[in-house]
Nanobody
Framework: QVQLVESGGRLVQAGGSLRLSCAAA????????MGWFRQAPGKEREFVAR????????YYADSVKGRFTISRDNAKNTLSLQMNSLKPEDTAVYYC????????????????WGQGTQVTVSS
């Protein structure tokens, strides 16, 4: 089992950048596939980005590809999401999640979740 805590969310102007972090507790972080998801008011939770444990292949939603970068630092037990060229449509609560096995773009397949961090992009 892994405990996840997101941080870094804040209000930012459109076109700006923001880096979210997810701190994971435990010594098995490196074995988990990790993902970033977001949920805006009135919408279902949607996939943003994911990365595997081994290999650390990354995959992005079309809406963020080229703007966001997911990365993991197994030595520090952290998952990051670098967000550039932010748009008002990116406004949402962002969650990091972990699952055993291969990564997935389906949020229902993830067992462990952080509490979320609010990202608000003003126009």
């Amino acid at each position: 089992q892994v405990q996840l805590v997101e941080s870094g969310g804040r209000l930012v102007q459109a076109g700006g950048s923001l880096r979210l972090s997810c701190a994971a507790a435990g010594d098995t972080f490196r074995t988990y596939a990790m993902g970033w998801f977001r949920q805006a008011p009135g919408k279902e939770r949607e996939f943003v980005a994911r990365t595997g444990a081994s290999p650390t292949i990354t995959y992005y939603a079309d809406s963020v590809k080229g703007r966001f970068t997911i990365s993991r630092d197994n030595a520090k037990n952290t998952l990051s999401l670098q967000m550039n060229s932010l748009k008002p449509e990116d406004t949402a609560v962002y969650y990091c999640a972990a699952k055993a096995g291969v990564s997935s773009s389906r949020y229902l397949e993830y067992r462990y979740w952080g509490q979320g961090t609010q990202v608000t992009v003003s126009s």
